[in-house]
């Protein structure tokens, strides 16, 4: 089992930058491929992008390709999801996910472990 805790959420304009962390606790860090979604007010949560166990490999949601960018650091079992030019429809809450299987792509992604989530706000 692994414990998820985001960090780094919060209020910026738009256009800005923000950089969500993930800890997770646990020794098997590097044994689980990782994941970023998020769920604005009233939609669906859903997944924007993730990451391989080895971390060689990425996949993006369109909608946030090229503007955000998802990469680990096995050695401090953290993920991370760098966000660029940010767009007041990307307010929701990020919560990252931790999986057990091997991730091919978004579609097919499978997530047994989730953060609480923290909270990303983009004013106009």
């Known amino acids: 089992q692994v414990q998820l805790v985001e960090s780094g959420g919060g209020l910026v304009q738009a256009g800005g930058s923000l950089r969500l962390s993930c800890a997770a606790s646990g020794r098997t860090f590097s044994s689980y491929g990782m994941g970023w979604f998020r769920q604005a007010s009233g939609r669906e949560r859903e997944l924007i992008a993730a990451i391989t166990r080895s971390g060689r490999t990425t996949y993006y949601a369109d909608f946030v390709k090229g503007r955000f960018t998802i990469s680990r650091d096995n050695a401090k079992n953290t993920v991370y999801l760098q966000m660029n030019s940010l767009k007041p429809e990307d307010t929701a809450v990020y919560y990252c996910?931790?999986?057990?299987?091997?991730?091919?792509?978004?579609?097919?992604?499978?997530?047994?472990?989730w953060g609480q989530g923290t909270q990303v706000t983009v004013s106009s």
């Open positions: 996910a931790a999986s057990s299987r091997p991730i091919y792509g978004l579609g097919s992604a499978m997530f047994d472990f």
